[in-house]
Every structure is written in structure tokens, then in C-alpha cells.
């Protein structure tokens, strides 16, 4: 070989050299990533923690006879683990999530939110039936410093609601950072059954939310460009605690049960498999009680489930891979396949007695699709719904008041997405085509969409009519929300067209 080309041969040699390393790195490294993806806390959780309940809310009642109650959104830090690193957060009337609202079926109530943060926010009543000028989405954001004083009728079963902000964009980040809470609706139906009910005593909220913390004791949000759901973290705070454990003085208890973070599925059930009782779904009590041993829940859903004790026994509530029916990549990267301890019960060594839950619970009138005024098709998929980004500006579509209309509502996309609507609670008629199982037989406001698996709902928008300010429908894995996967609807009077949405210079409170 003429010594001229030695040197041109060599360096071929070692870009060569040099690539075969970087592919045979990139497999080693890509199977290495997918033998490491995914999180379980299993045996692993220290319960040394007692798990906070969240106080009541105090409310007054106003001489027009209004139930008043007072949030407070401001800033805050917290030492979760106790290690003496504390964390930037934000909470409604403390440092992290908030105190729990409770009112009765036909009170009027009025909340003063007053907004402490720097930046814009808003107050969402998330499963609440209420006018849409008061429903706390984004056409309604409270700017630093203002108070927003929404006031509504409640009207609606009693049934575990929460409330959260929907700042259009910014959601992940203001419900990352801590701000959200219960709300309880009670009514005579409910009162009047043999179900544990004192609250933070044998009748407990249980929100759940995962978050990853940095070196430093910083809140991270750092997101797998492969399961492209949004932030997963890898420790569980419920009710804001770090490995909580709950002291149960009855046979049996009840937990109000909801998926408080922005993208993981959770699957719950009990170490030991033992079953229990689901009693309601995000729009109250179901016909019924479901005897299951696991119940799956999406971002934003809720379950109330009855458990039975032992005296001196210890049970873990835990949840296991969820069922996303999205396929490999999903399940490794997407949370398909992460375990997490939750929750230890821990039973006296002597319990008070507690009844039977009832066989039978509340009467559903089921809504006939074949009197709906309109069949509806969305179908989500990347950061769209039927192909359009959200637009505050433009209302996608108009329901007629006093209607019922089923909406086929599907995943065509291999990415996990859930559904939610505002305004009102919808009944499951199918899924992909079946009937759905028992724990979709009640009143539901929020739904998983797992990939190709159509789901057929059925709603009955019977007041609250408006033809300018629009309710919300859209996926409620917050990334997706924020990144445009929503869409906005009018309730009009019969004949009624729509209208035009706020401006944008017409949001927020008054100061």
C-alpha cells in the first residue's frame, strides 16, 4: 500500500472502529435502559409515618344563607422524608395540597379563593355540577393577588370530588407543586346507609400522587421521552406523606381513594389479595356494592372502597402494574410494570364494630341511548382531539339543553390518555364494544382510554345553559392537556347558537 494512503486507511479504520463501539454501546445501553425501566417499592417502604388527613375546611354561613369557605393558594416549602431538605411547594391554606370542602346536596355555597402565588391560577371543581362561569377552567383564572368568589347550587349526589387548578398550559406544573384537594358531597340517601362515615376516623381520603425528588430535596419533573405520558415519579406522598401508615380502630374502614398525579395509573389492592368493597366511582355510590380484589384508576378518578380488619393485623394497600393496553414500550415506560406500596393499615388489637356494608346502596336511572338528540364521535390521538389543538378562542361544539347525547370517546393512538368532561357525570355503555365491567356501572366523570378501545358514554345536560362561556373535555394525563389535548363545549337553549368565548383580558377575580 503506497505510504500516502496509510494515514486516509487509518483513520477509516478507526471511524470503524469508533461506530461499531457507539452501536454496540447504544444496544448494550438500550438494554440495559429497558431492563432498569420502571420503579417497585415493594417490601422496600419504611411506614414510619402517620398518615395526615387533611383538616375540614371551616365554612360560616352568610346572612343570605350561603355556606362560605376560604382558600388560600399561596407558597410554601415541606420536609417530606425528614432528612431536613425541604421542598418548594404550593397549597390551598398551607404548604401542600389543601383542606377538605364538605357540603350538602341543595346548600348554595361560596368559596373565596384568594391567589398568593406570583403567577396566574384558577380553581377547577373537578366532578362538580355547577354553571360554567363558575367551574374554575381556564376562562376563569384569578391573577396574583385577586380573589375569586364562585357560587353555585349543589346539586348532585353525594359523591368524593377534588378540586385542583386549570391555568390552560400550566396545569401540570400548579398540581406537581401541590395544589389540590378533596371535596365531599353528602346527601339523605347516603346518610341513611350503614357506612362507615366519621371522617379521618373509619371514613378516610386517601390522595395519591407520585413525585421524584432531586439531590437537594427539589421537587424534578423530569420526563422519559419514551412513554411520552408525562412526568413519572419514583416516590409516593398520600395525603402528602412519605410511607404513611393508619391507625384503624373499627372492623372496617372506609378510603376514599384518588389518583391525584398528573400521568401514572395506579392498580389497587391489598398485599394479600384480600377483597373488598367498591362502594362508589367519581359520581357517587354505585346501584350496588363490587366485590374486587383490584381497582385500576387513571389521573383524576375516584374510588370509595370498604375494607374489613382483623385486631392486631397489619395490611399494606399496594398497587401493581396497571393494565394500560398500550403494548412493550408502555409497560416498561409508561408504568405498566411499576409496584408501589402505598398504605399500611395497621389494626388495634381491639376494634369497635362496624355493620355489614348494605347488599343494595342507591338506585341508578339509567340513561336511554336511544333517546339521545346526538351521537358524537372524539378521537384522541397525539396532542389533539379529533385532530385540533385547543383553542380558547373557538367552541368546538354546542349541546342543547335538557338533552342526552352519546359520545364515542377513543384512543387511536398507541399512547396511554384518559377522558374528562366537565359539567357533568356520564354513564359507561360500552367498552370496545362490551359491557363495561362493575366498576363502571355508576356515574363516572372521568375515564382511561386505553389504544383502539372505543369507549361509549351517555350524557344528560339537563341545565346550566350558556352560550358564550364553554366547559372543557379533554385528556386528564396533564401533560397532554397542557400540550393541547382539549376542547370546549356550550350548553345552549333550544334553537340557540353559540357564542364567543371570554377574551383572555376579561380572566381573573377582583383584587
Not at 379563593?113 to 355547577?130: D, P, Y
Not at 353525594?158 to 378540586?163: D, E, G, I, K, Q
Not at 412513554?227 to 384503624?248: E, F
Request: charged content about 25%; proline content about 8%.
Amino acid at each position: 500500500m503506497p505510504a500516502r494512503r496509510r494515514p486516509l486507511t487509518r483513520l477509516l479504520l478507526g471511524v470503524l472502529a469508533v461506530s461499531l463501539v457507539l452501536c454496540c454501546g447504544g444496544v448494550a445501553a438500550g438494554g440495559w435502559a429497558l431492563a432498569r425501566a420502571g420503579t417497585d417499592t415493594v417490601g422496600q417502604v419504611e411506614f414510619t409515618r402517620p398518615l395526615a388527613v387533611p383538616p375540614l375546611a371551616g365554612s360560616r354561613v352568610d346572612d343570605r344563607g350561603r355556606r362560605v369557605f376560604d382558600l388560600l393558594a399561596r407558597e410554601g416549602r415541606r420536609d417530606f422524608r425528614g432528612d431536613g431538605r425541604q421542598t418548594r411547594t404550593a397549597g390551598f391554606d398551607g404548604d401542600y395540597l389543601g383542606p377538605t370542602l364538605r357540603a350538602r346536596r341543595g346548600e348554595q355555597v361560596v368559596v373565596n379563593v384568594v391567589n398568593r402565588l406570583a403567577e396566574r391560577t384558577s380553581v377547577h371543581w373537578h366532578g362538580m355540577h355547577l354553571p360554567a362561569r363558575m367551574d374554575g377552567g381556564p376562562h376563569q383564572s384569578i391573577r396574583p393577588g385577586a380573589t375569586w368568589s364562585p357560587t353555585w347550587t349543589v346539586d348532585q349526589p353525594a359523591a368524593t370530588l377534588w378540586y385542583h387548578p386549570h391555568p390552560h398550559g400550566e396545569t401540570e406544573d400548579h398540581v406537581y407543586r401541590g395544589l389540590a384537594g378533596m371535596f365531599i358531597v353528602d346527601d339523605d340517601r347516603e346518610a341513611a346507609l350503614s357506612l362507615p362515615r366519621r371522617y379521618g376516623v373509619d371514613d378516610v381520603p386517601v390522595i395519591v400522587q407520585d413525585r421524584s425528588f432531586s439531590r437537594s430535596g427539589e421537587f424534578t419533573k423530569t420526563r422519559n421521552s419514551i412513554n411520552a405520558i408525562g412526568v413519572l415519579g419514583d416516590t409516593l406522598l398520600v395525603n402528602g406523606t412519605v410511607g404513611p401508615y393508619l391507625d384503624v380502630t373499627t372492623e372496617r374502614v372506609r378510603l376514599r381513594l384518588l389518583n391525584g398525579s398528573t400521568a401514572r395509573l395506579y392498580d389497587f389492592g391489598f398485599a394479600d389479595d384480600r377483597p373488598f368493597d367498591m362502594i362508589a366511582s367519581d359520581g357517587g355510590l354505585l346501584p350496588r356494592p363490587a366485590r374486587l380484589t383490584r381497582i385500576q384508576l387513571s389521573p383524576g378518578e375516584r374510588a370509595e372502597i370498604v375494607v374489613s380488619v382483623r385486631p392486631g393485623e397489619r395490611v399494606t394497600l399496594r398497587s401493581t402494574g396497571p393494565d394500560l393496553g398500550a403494548g412493550f414500550l408502555a409497560d416498561r415506560f409508561a408504568g405498566g410494570r411499576d409496584r408501589f406500596d402505598v398504605l399500611q393499615l395497621r389494626a388495634a388489637d381491639r376494634l369497635a364494630p362496624s355493620p355489614a356494608v348494605p347488599r343494595t346502596l342507591v338506585p341508578l336511572q339509567r340513561l336511554d341511548p336511544d333517546t339521545a338528540s346526538d351521537t358524537r364521535r372524539l378521537e384522541f390521538a397525539g396532542r389533539s382531539i379529533n385532530g385540533q389543538s385547543m383553542d380558547l378562542g373557538r367552541i368546538d361544539f354546542a349541546v342543547t339543553r335538557d338533552t342526552t347525547e352519546v359520545w364515542e370517546v377513543a384512543n387511536i393512538d398507541g399512547t396511554p390518555h384518559n377522558f374528562h368532561v366537565h359539567d357533568v357525570q356520564f354513564q359507561v355503555l360500552s367498552v370496545a364494544g362490551e359491557a363495561p365491567p362493575p366498576e363502571l356501572g355508576g356515574w363516572k366523570d372521568t375515564v382511561y382510554l386505553a389504544p383502539h378501545r372505543p369507549v361509549r358514554i351517555a350524557l344528560r345536560f339537563r341545565d346550566h345553559s350558556d352560550p358564550d362561556v364553554p366547559y372543557m373535555y379533554h385528556c386528564h394525563l396533564l401533560y397532554h392537556e397542557d400540550a393541547g389535548m382539549m376542547g370546549q363545549f356550550v350548553v345552549v337553549e333550544p334553537g340557540q347558537r353559540p357564542g364567543r368565548p371570554p377574551t383572555h383580558s376579561a380572566h381573573g377575580g377582583h383584587g
